[in-house]
């Protein structure tokens, strides 16, 4: 019996119905795939881009760490370095002093980098770093390498140690001499001989001796050690304040007790007045002037001349032209009339100079903050 009309479009209908919904699945599978395809790509690109936020944030901490240490600072407030893929906080944490003249600190560096996409990562290294004094040392209250004029019978320079044994680990095991002056570079005018080696000691000079003049200028300079030119083009150490940017620090309100700054004046003349009083490390990279009741603990290292007008008193020591290491011309130290004071004290000495400490890494001490 063969099939009539009817039979035959309703068998066509059937097939073509069957194709496209067919067709409909493959398309939803397809589709399925490729949204799946698509999460996964975009899973893989997230991670990629979070792993080299990650990378980049590391490489930002590590330099900001060796930028940190290769400028010699260690402060206790944060430091921020800027760099092309972020920026880097470096701040140290005090962890035990070794000895006298030697401190351990832990220096921390956190970089973060921003990725385009949004996002900020983050990540930390840390190192031990120990920092040592100065290695130069102080054999007078005054060491006056280009000479020492003294007007009048008034003012003391004293080598004598004011600091006592027990105040500080150096105080009180030694005197200095009260004078380092080149040979036949006193004078005195206003009552006073000329030399102490015509059995005259000149009044107001105390020490051991009260005054030594039996080298050339710049062999008195060699024994202070003082490597002068690396002070000055800053590969020795870096000034916590340098006078033409940042002016003179406030020592009334923002320098902490126990802070002892590293102050340099890099110019010709420099004049200091009894409200830059204070303590640390005075650098004048030309000659320096006093006015006024000027009072100062620790260390003046001064390239050229110092005049005193003043009756300023100096408890630490001080050293003057410098600037005859580099073959410059240097003028002598001028005490004019005044009850000035020129203390020699082993205490402030060794606090001003561990502010001249250099960190160095430890070896090994290296690691990742997790």
């Known amino acids: 019996m063969r099939p009539t009309s009817k039979e035959t479009p309703s068998m066509g209908r059937t097939e073509g119905g069957f194709a496209l919904v ?16 698509y999460l996964v790509s975009g899973t893989d690109y997230r991670i990629n881009q979070n792993h ?5 944030a590391f490489y930002v901490a590590d330099a900001g760490l060796d930028h940190f240490l290769g400028r ?15 920026i880097a906080k470096v701040w140290v944490t005090p962890l035990v002093e070794v000895d006298d003249s030697a401190s351990l600190f832990l220096v921390s560096s956190r970089g973060e980098h921003r ?21 130069f040392g102080v054999n007078a209250a005054i060491t006056a390498a280009a000479g020492l004029q003294k007007n009048g019978m008034a003012g003391t320079v004293s080598g004598f140690d004011a600091a006592s044994a027990g105040d500080c680990p150096v105080g009180g095991t030694g005197n200095v001499a009260g ?34 003049d039996d080298l050339e200028a710049l062999a008195l300079l060699y024994t202070t050690g003082v490597p002068w030119q690396q002070v000055l083009d800053g590969s020795f150490v870096e000034a916590d304040y340098v006078i033409s940017v940042d002016g003179y620090p406030d020592f009334t309100g923002e320098i902490d007790p126990d802070q002892w700054p590293v ?10 007045t009894p409200t830059m009083s204070g303590r640390g490390a005075l650098i004048v990279r030309g000659d320096l002037k006093i006015d006024g009741i000027f009072t100062w603990k620790g260390v003046v290292l001064v390239g050229g001349a110092l005049t005193s007008n ?21 003028g002598q130290v001028d005490l004019g009339n005044g009850n000035w004071v020129y203390q020699y004290d082993a205490c402030n000495v060794m606090n001003a100079l561990k502010g001249l400490g250099w960190p160095v890494e430890e070896p090994g001490a290296w690691f990742e903050v997790l």
């Open 72 to 86: 010699g600072r260690l402060p206790i407030d944060t430091v921020t370095y800027n760099h092309a893929d972020g």
């Open 263 to 272: 102050i340099y004046a890099d110019v010709a003349a420099f004049q200091v």
């Open 52 to 56: 080299r936020a990650s990378v980049k």
């Open 115 to 135: 990725a385009p996409e949004g996002g900020l990562a983050r990540r930390q290294v840390a190192t031990v770093a120990m920092r040592k004094a100065v290695g």
């Open 310 to 330: 003043g009756v300023e008193r100096i408890d630490g020591a001080v050293i003057a032209g410098l600037n005859l290491l580099l073959g410059e011309a240097a």
């Open 179 to 212: 004078l380092a002056v080149r040979e036949d570079g006193f004078s005195m005018s206003g009552g006073g001989a000329k030399k102490q080696e015509d059995d005259y000691v000149p009044p107001g000079f105390f020490g051991d001796p009260p005054i030594y």
């Open 22 to 37: 067919a067709v409909l699945l493959v398309l939803l599978g397809l589709s399925g795939l490729a949204a799946a395809g």
